[in-house]
């Protein structure tokens, strides 16, 4: 199940970069990540009940969840739509791995989890990786003149994103399941973003083209219902160090959806840094090697 769960999680987030893409032009970032989440908490909701696995909560879990619909289903996406404004979705993907090491210093700081070598390891790995592996595409980045406030933003939504990852451990702790919090932090999320939007004055305009309702769709059901409920139950299961990485594959995912759709052509520093996050990855789940020794072991 672990196995699946992470698998699950590389491949569907790891497409939905893309989405964000196609979700940027016609409607204010802030509107967008408004509509994919409200769509999102109108099909979690009724799906947890129908299901019978919403769980009884405390008004201490529904702070939390308060918290983690604003670091998970908000903030840390408006941040990323904000940023593709201006920056490339593989320089974003490449900021986003970052949260293998943000979730290593959260832990530290929140639960005193001391993280071990390799988890620093693999993470440095990956980001390294990633780097070599859309190095063309950021030396164009630079030739333009890269926006450093929206470099800044994407690592701000990283941060959120760690936090989030942080809460999810908390409900692991006191047994509440993904469904559950998932489901009422959606909510949250939601309500979050619509006080953003009164505030702030954003009009809630529309896009009738299919690939902006396409992607809408993929990113509230696939994306955003079984993509974080298959993510955070891997933090259940295994941890947020160890779930995190999954983040540093997600560019791989693209990469090669680039290269079917779009012509992406393998260079030297390509194969070099998919060869690195492979390793990296392999380091911090301590994959079992032919003959038989862990590459590594957390």
């Given amino acids: 199940m672990t196995q699946f769960l992470y698998l699950s999680t590389v491949l569907i987030w790891g497409t939905t970069w893309i989405a964000i893409h196609w979700q940027l032009g016609e409607v204010a970032p ?27 909560t405390t008004k201490q879990d529904h702070g939390f969840m308060v918290l983690q619909g604003m670091c998970l289903f908000s ?47 693999a993470g440095i790995l990956g980001i390294i990786g990633l780097s070599l592996m859309f190095w063309p595409e950021l030396a164009a980045d630079s030739d333009r003149g890269v926006d450093f406030g929206s470099i800044g933003l994407a690592f701000l939504g990283t941060f959120f994103f760690s936090l989030g990852n942080m809460i999810s451990v908390r409900h692991n702790k006191k047994g509440l399941k993904p469904f559950t919090s998932n489901a009422y932090a959606m909510i949250y999320g939601t309500l979050f973003l619509a006080a953003l939007l009164f505030i702030t004055s954003t009009p809630l ?11 809408l769709f993929y990113l509230a059901i696939i994306g955003t219902v079984a993509g974080f409920t298959a993510y955070l139950s891997l933090v259940g299961r295994i941890g947020a160090n160890k779930a995190a990485y999954a983040t540093v594959m997600f560019p791989v995912v693209a990469l090669a959806l680039s290269t079917v759709f779009e012509g992406y052509v393998w260079t030297l520093s390509s194969v070099s840094g998919l060869v690195l996050v492979l390793l990296g990855n392999g380091l911090i789940l301590g994959l079992q090697l032919p003959f038989g020794r862990r590459i590594g072991k957390i």
Avoid: H
Avoid at 36 to 44: N, T, V
Avoid at 205 to 215: A, E
């Fill in 30 to 56: 802030l509107a967008s990540v408004f509509y994919r989440f409200a769509l999102a908490a109108a099909i979690m909701l009724p799906l947890v009940v129908l299901s019978r696995r919403l769980q009884p």
């Fill in 205 to 215: 305009t529309w896009d009738t083209r299919p690939q902006y309702l396409g992607s």
């Fill in 75 to 121: 903030l840390n996406f408006v941040c990323f739509y904000t940023a593709g404004l201006a920056i490339s979705s593989g320089l974003l993907s490449v900021i986003f791995s970052a949260s293998t090491l943000f979730n290593a210093l959260n832990n530290r700081i929140f639960w005193g989890e001391k993280p071990t070598r390799a988890v620093f390891g």
